[in-house]
């Protein structure tokens, strides 16, 4: 049904009346495949929030037994004839009207899913069972890639019937799982999208790996374990120690990996002790996540955290509280991992060895299924893909070195397949660090950027994206975001608030270094 071809011109009564009939029209069985339409409705314009009027649709895709994938399609008026594929975080998906609202003020076909699962809880893995002890391969290859492929195909389907014309460009943006799940496109399925916008993707189970190991370097010895404020006075030391290498002193280290700031500085004197000093064990337990853990082979664990993050650590690894006593790293990292690699969230893990979990890491064929780790995007690149990369610098979750260790490999990869320099891919793959910023937002760094603006630039105008404007909410600072290897650094002269007095420049030798030897 040609809907927008029938409307125009007709008066808005009228108009109306025929938009909520195309759109209740989509409920019609045998339209989408393997999908019901649970509902269609229209939603009015909310001036207040800048939302369109559209075109609300609910939906079960079931590719086959046992799969049931919930999906939402907002279909606004005013289409501006592209897609929109909104990425989900934690062990949930994202069917939200927040999530869409960002595409749909711009006029995008938005699309969601819950991966397979209806539950809202992100540290909830139970989906992923079938019996105890065992993984559901069918609700890991939902959450993996197959919901989020399916969302986009049947979306896609949905949207040309609505409106009578084929999508014109496809967009996805994902940030932490939704991060992973933009990885799987671009390896999986290199036709769904235009463009890609995966940030701090947890694109294997090393980040939960390197969750596990954490917790263990502050709990396993319960000497180990620094209280808020310890943590409070390692993190003040870093900054006095590396705030000012980006030329500006403003709480915010720019370039932590070329900060080598020793907390043996804090360790306590003769006859020293409290919450003003470290014990050794409190030393060797912040050493260990500044230098991350390896197993004997070689493989990573656990991977460095960035010096400047520490003030994330009292939630992510130190915890403390009766109903969180090990912190997030625990109850969304650690049991996280046992879900999918053990089938047992409960797993005892206090003494379990890196040689002992990434041997089974290795030997899992679940894991395979879950991981979007191929560096070979060539068929992506080819097709005239991009793929944009961004990571918090100060994320003390998945570590933003992950990120640049598979960005240096996917590089170095598919510039290999293709047989063109490295340099080449610029022109399609591009990672930005946001400096000063937690896991995917937080931090004291600004967490806000348009990066969906940066993208139709990119892919409609062939545009590369050089520096983005990031902002922060209830604050006047303003930072570049720079294509890596380039980092802000103040350019000693303006406003230390604004964009504008930042040069992108290249960080330290030892920053491009590091990811390579982490890897």
């Known amino acids: 049904m040609a809907l927008l071809g029938v409307i125009t011109g007709a008066e808005p009564a009228r108009a109306e009346t025929l938009a909520d009939a195309a759109c209740t029209g989509l409920t019609a069985p045998g339209q989408f495949l393997d999908t019901t339409v649970t509902s269609a409705k229209m939603v009015p314009a909310n001036t207040a929030q800048k939302l369109p009027a559209y075109c609300e649709i609910s939906a079960m895709v079931r590719p086959e037994p046992g799969s049931n994938i919930g999906v939402v399609f907002r279909l606004p008026e005013g289409w501006n004839g592209k897609f929109f594929g909104i990425g989900g975080g934690g062990f949930i998906g994202n069917l939200t009207l927040q999530g869409a609202a960002p595409g749909l003020m711009k006029g995008y076909a938005t699309a969601g899913t819950d991966t397979g699962h209806p539950s809202t809880d992100g540290t909830d893995g139970s989906f992923l069972l079938d019996r105890p002890g065992h993984v559901n391969p069918i609700a890991v290859a939902d959450f993996g890639f197959r919901a989020i492929h399916l969302m986009t195909t049947v979306g896609k389907a949905v949207a040309n019937t609505y409106y009578g014309r084929p999508v014109s460009k496809a967009y996805y943006q994902g940030c932490s799982t939704g991060g992973r799940e933009g990885l799987a496109e671009v390896q999986r399925y290199p036709d769904d999208y235009d463009g890609v916008i995966a940030g701090a993707p947890v694109y294997d189970l090393r980040v939960q790996t390197s969750a596990l190991f954490r917790i263990q370097a502050f709990h396993q010895d319960p000497a180990s374990t620094l209280t808020a404020e310890q943590v409070g006075i390692v993190n003040k030391a870093v900054l006095a120690n590396c705030d000012t290498v980006d030329g500006l002193k403003d709480g915010i280290i720019n370039d932590p990996m070329a900060c080598k700031w020793d907390p043996a500085a804090l360790r306590c004197k003769a006859g020293e002790s409290g919450a003003h000093c470290l014990t050794p064990a409190q030393v060797k337990a912040v050493r260990i996540s500044y230098s991350g853990v390896k197993a004997k082979n070689g493989a990573v664990a656990a991977w460095p955290l960035a010096r400047g993050s520490e ?112 340099e080449a891919l610029n022109k399609d793959v591009r990672l930005f660090m946001a400096t000063g910023v937690y896991h995917c937002r937080g931090g004291p760094g600004p967490d806000q950027f348009d990066l969906l603006s940066a993208m139709e630039t990119w892919a409609e105008l062939g545009q590369a994206p050089e520096r983005i404007v990031a902002t922060k909410a209830n604050s006047p600072i303003s930072r570049p975001m720079c294509a890596w290897p380039a980092l802000p650094h103040y350019k000693g002269e303006g406003d230390p608030n604004a964009e504008a007095s930042f040069a992108c420049a290249a960080p330290a030798a030892s920053t491009k270094v590091a990811a390579k030897k982490a890897a």
Do not use: C
Request: hydrophobic share 35%; proline share 8%.
């Open 311 to 422: 003030m994330d650590w009292i939630n992510r690894s130190i915890g403390g509280q009766p109903n969180n006593p090990y912190g997030s790293n625990h109850t969304l990292g650690a049991r996280y991992l046992f879900f999918l690699l053990y089938g047992d969230p409960d797993k005892a893990w206090m003494n379990l060895t890196p040689d002992q979990v990434m041997g089974d890491l290795a030997k899992s064929k679940v894991i395979k299924e879950f991981s979007a780790d191929n560096p070979d995007i060539s068929q992506f690149v080819k097709k005239g893909g991009k793929l944009l990369l961004y990571h918090g610098g100060y994320d003390p979750g998945p570590s933003p070195v992950g990120t640049l260790a598979y960005f240096n490999q996917a590089q170095a990869v598919t510039a290999a397949e293709l047989g063109v320099p490295i």
